[in-house]
């Protein structure tokens, strides 16, 4: 009984030793002891054993430009897009491009037949002839006055003929020039070239179709975009309007491309205001560097020129969760209280600009490594 009673007083002094070496610091580690999880009815505060072991930095201040954050999309610079017209009324005899390709200045796009070609060609004949004859009756009535046969009036008479014939000649001349025939080679084929390079982003014929106003209702039979430049149409709020001006930089930030950033300048402030959201369009005019899309969602910051005051944190003390960012805060005792927060610009001895959430000077945890644990678990 005696040896069973020492027994068991051994056991309980182990197991008493190993839990306090358990719970000890080892500074060989070089790591705190884990936080333990205490629930305190309160998600946003966390509880730690040892507190002392966080370390604490001030938070420290910045001035910046006043930046406003706006989402939008990419649309085409109107003033680059360019429709294709068909002067030429008629069928479509052949397509050599199709929507979304590439096109260069003067490539030919498609041919059609046309017999507008034919009345045009016509009228052109007959206006050569028509002046061929008033000025040979010019000529003669010249001759005819001079040998006092004729009236002046009849030799005015005879001169104003030959300049409406001149002229109905040279409206046939350019006519012919306008559809795109050689009057030396004349043919009922008329060729439609690419007015500028681009992207074709609108098709409207195919072979076979009608091309022209007259049988199909439009002239416009491709629309070519010079995608060089584009357009990011923003939505901002009536409340943020006072901090938007022309000519203003924004750095815009692509979905598709995270961490690639490109600069551009406020073209445009929409004067209406969309009467559901109470928003307006701010169009930004930005280059293209190739991987620009049309419809691409982009998120645009304005750069004011009014200065602010934001803090900045140690980037380790800056965690990512739940698709927020957060600092922690000491919140008495052996709490600390997580407070979401708006990072900006990395600035400096890797710190990072905080723009809302906490202020200069307000005291965090330095680094929330070892708070991670503790957020995943609540």
Known sequence: MRRAMLSIAGCLLVCLFLASCGKKFDPASGAPPRPQIVETGNESVVTVEH??????????????????????LIFPDINREIPVISLASGRVVDVFVTLDQNVRKGQLLMKVESPDV?????????????????????????????????????????ADSEADARADLDAANRQLSTLGVDK???SDIVNVYAPISGVV???????????????????????????????????????D????????????????????VLTGRVSDIGPV???????????IDVANPGMLRLG?????????????VHAT?????????????????????????????????????????????IAPGQQVVRSVLQLEAVLEAQ
């Open 184 to 186: 030396n080679h004349p």
């Open 273 to 283: 205001l969309d009467p559901n959201i109470r928003t307006a369009k701010v169009r």
């Open 51 to 72: 507190p002392e072991e966080f370390s604490l930095v001030a938070a420290g201040e910045i001035d910046a430009p006043h930046r406003l954050s706006v989402t939008g």
């Open 201 to 239: 982003v609108a098709q409207n014929v195919t072979n076979a179709a009608a091309a022209g106003v007259t049988y199909s209702g439009s002239a416009t039979a491709f629309t070519i975009a010079d995608l060089s430049h584009l357009w990011a149409i923003c939505d901002v709020y009536e409340n």
């Open 296 to 308: 691409m969602f982009v998120t645009a910051t304005l750069i004011g020129l009014k200065k602010e």
């Open 118 to 158: 034919t009345n045009a060609f016509d009228a052109y004949l007959k206006a050569v002839n028509d002046e061929d004859l008033a000025n040979k009756a010019y000529l003669r009535a010249r001759d005819l006055f001079a040998h006092g046969a004729i009236a002046q009036a009849d030799l005015e008479q005879a």
């Open 241 to 260: 309007l006072s901090q938007v001006r022309l000519g203003q930089e924004a750095r815009i930030a692509l979905s598709a491309y995270p961490g690639m």
């Open 313 to 357: 944190v140690p980037a380790d003390a800056i965690l990512h969760l739940h698709d927020q960012d957060w600092v922690f805060v000491p919140a008495g005792g052996d709490h600390f209280r997580r407070i979401a927060v708006q990072p900006g610009n990395m600035v400096p001895g890797n710190s990072e600009e905080i723009l809302s959430g």
